[in-house]
């Protein structure tokens, strides 16, 4: 069944969230998703670079040394 | 010999869990180079220090993951060297460096400015997941509250974050 977009969007975050969790082991749900339509795919990479975007910019200013 | 295993161990669960893994790489953008993916990870899986390691295949699903992470990262960057190089982009990345920090100071202010309007807890949950690599039920505990508020206070960040995202990629 076809999902909005931004409906998609939000599942895809839910997935990057938890697999951002250090005791994920839904891996096989992971994959079954991921094979069910190839648009999942890019919602998914794009939810993990949103994430990775913001956490970098945070970690860089968190390591910078004092102005 | 103790609970977990060593990296010796882990070679020999990678190889019985080939297809899953295989299949895994294949749905997560590997596509027709799937097995080689898994070469690759069978080959940093063998240069690993002896160590235990809880739950072997759940550690190799993740090496699977960062692995493609790792993959998508380059691919970034070296598409932004192409285009550097043909003069064809006009993407911040290709600004001059002194341009470059103050988008990236502007975007972290952004961020920052972002988290905040989530309100404390919502931020400063974000924070604690991201940065400093705690659990969801770890959260949870520490703040008394139930796995599934901590869920929605992540859902708000990374959906504010996803839409601040793409107001920056549509500059």
């Known amino acids: ?67 | 010999m103790e609970a977990g295993e060593t990296a010796n161990d882990l070679q020999r669960v990678l190889l019985g869990e080939r297809p899953r893994l295989v299949r895994f790489l294949a749905a997560r953008g590997a596509g027709d180079e799937a097995e080689d993916l898994f070469h690759d990870l069978w080959q940093k899986v063998a240069v690993l220090p002896d160590r235990t390691v809880g739950d072997p295949l759940s550690y190799l699903f993740r090496a699977a993951e960062n692995l493609m992470r790792d993959m998508r990262r380059a691919a970034i960057s070296r598409d932004r060297r192409q285009s550097e190089w043909h003069g064809l982009s006009d993407a911040p990345h290709d600004r001059p460096a002194g341009e470059r920090a103050l988008i990236a100071r502007e975007q972290l202010t952004a961020i920052e400015a972002t988290l905040a309007a989530l309100g404390p807890r919502a931020e400063r949950i974000f924070r604690r997941y991201r940065l400093d690599g705690a659990g969801q039920a770890d959260i949870a505990a520490e703040w008394g509250i139930s796995l599934s508020s901590v869920e929605k206070d992540l859902q708000k960040a990374y959906r504010a974050i996803a839409e601040l995202k793409a107001r920056f990629d549509a500059e």
Not at chain 1, 29 to 35: D, P, Y
Not at chain 1, 39 to 55: I, M, N
């Open chain 1, 1 to 67: 069944m076809p999902t909005h977009p931004s409906e998609l969007n939000e599942i895809a975050r839910r997935w990057a969230i938890r697999v951002g969790d250090p005791a994920f082991g839904d891996w096989e749900a992971l994959t079954a998703w991921l094979e069910a339509d190839p648009a999942h795919l890019a919602a998914y990479d794009a939810a993990v670079d949103g994430e990775t975007w913001a956490s970098a910019a945070l970690a860089d200013k968190k390591s910078a040394p004092k102005e």
